[in-house]
């Protein structure tokens, strides 16, 4: 499994194709590291990646309600019933942005960008899997 942290290029230049007024979920997965790993010159308390996290969570919860966001559930992971071996996650949070533009308003505050270092210390892994709500419900093909 291919191992990512921060977001691609392309995937941020395909999310913003969509239209930013459109209300917003947002899936994360999330693997932490067993100790964090912060870059050299970071004066950081050492601690493991879930509470580097949690140090990262304090300031995007903020700032989650500073635009208007809010998270909708959050827990642990007991297992895949259907997944490759290798996808191992520890959590997982679900968080709902009234649009695009709030998400990308909150990632561009200084402050929560500041913050970022703690989640890249604390994250093994992660995915950020954008959802919108499908109207009609499910039908078959």
């Given amino acids: 499994m291919e191992k990512l942290i921060e977001p691609q290029l392309e995937d941020l230049l395909a999310f913003l194709q969509a239209p930013v007024e459109t209300p917003l979920v947002m899936i994360n997965l999330l693997k932490y590291r067993e100790h964090a790993e ?12 879930r509470e580097a996290y949690g140090r990262y969570g304090l300031v995007a919860m903020e700032k989650l309600a500073t635009v ?11 297992g895949c019933v259907i997944a490759p071996k290798d996808d191992a996650w520890d959590d997982v ?28 210390a604390g994250l093994e892994n992660t995915r950020l899997i954008a959802t919108t709500t499908v109207t009609g419900g499910f039908t078959p093909a």
């Fill in 38 to 49: 912060y870059p050299p010159d970071f004066d950081a308390e050492p601690c493991s990646g």
């Fill in 93 to 120: 949070a679900v968080v709902q942005y009234p649009s695009r533009k709030a998400m990308l308003e909150m990632i561009s505050m200084p402050d929560y960008q500041a913050a970022t270092v703690h989640r890249t």
């Fill in 68 to 78: 208007g966001a809010s998270i909708v559930w959050v827990g642990g992971v007991d």
